[in-house]
C-alpha cells in the first residue's frame, strides 16, 4: 500500500519552531515532487511550498518566504517541513503530498493540490499562547 505518514505537528508558542516529517511506505519518493499543504477551519486548502524531483527547486508561499524551509532525505525515504517563527495564523492540519513526474518534470514543483496523487493523513500544527 502507497502511504504518506506525517508527524512533528504539535502545540507552539508565537515565535517557535517545529519540523514535519513526511515519510513514505509502500513507494520511493526518488521519482516524485512533494508538495506541502494546509488548511486551517473555515479556510480553502492552501499550498505552502514543493521541492523538485531532483531537490534543485523549492517554491513557497509568500506568508511563508523566510520562515519555511523544505527538504528531503533520501536515504530515508522522507521530506521535511522546518517552520521556524511561527505564528497564530500558522495554525492548521498540514499535508505531505507526492505526484511521480517525468525526466522533462525534475527541476520543477507545483504547490497547486490537484496535481498531487498520493496524500498523507495531516498533522495539526496549533500556534498560541
Known amino acids: 500500500q502507497l502511504q504518506l505518514v506525517e508527524s512533528g505537528g504539535g502545540l507552539v508558542q508565537p515565535g517557535g519552531s517545529l519540523r514535519l516529517s513526511c515519510a513514505a511506505s509502500?513507494?520511493?519518493?526518488?521519482?516524485?515532487?512533494i508538495g506541502w499543504f494546509r488548511q486551517a477551519p473555515g479556510k480553502e486548502r492552501e499550498g505552502v511550498s514543493c521541492i523538485s524531483q531532483s531537490g534543485s527547486r523549492r517554491n513557497y508561499v509568500d506568508s511563508v518566504l523566510g520562515r519555511f524551509t523544505v527538504s528531503r532525505n533520501r536515504a530515508l525515504n522522507t521530506v521535511y517541513l522546518q517552520m521556524n517563527n511561527l505564528k497564530p495564523e500558522d495554525t492548521a492540519i498540514y499535508y505531505c503530498?507526492?505526484?511521480?513526474?517525468?525526466?522533462?518534470?525534475?527541476?520543477?514543483?507545483?504547490?497547486?493540490?490537484?496535481?498531487?496523487?498520493?496524500w498523507g493523513q495531516g498533522a495539526q500544527v496549533t500556534v498560541s499562547s
Open positions: 509502500g513507494f520511493t519518493l526518488d521519482y516524485s515532487a
Open positions: 503530498a507526492a505526484k511521480n513526474i517525468d525526466a522533462l518534470s525534475r527541476h520543477v514543483c507545483s504547490t497547486t493540490w490537484s496535481e498531487y496523487d498520493i
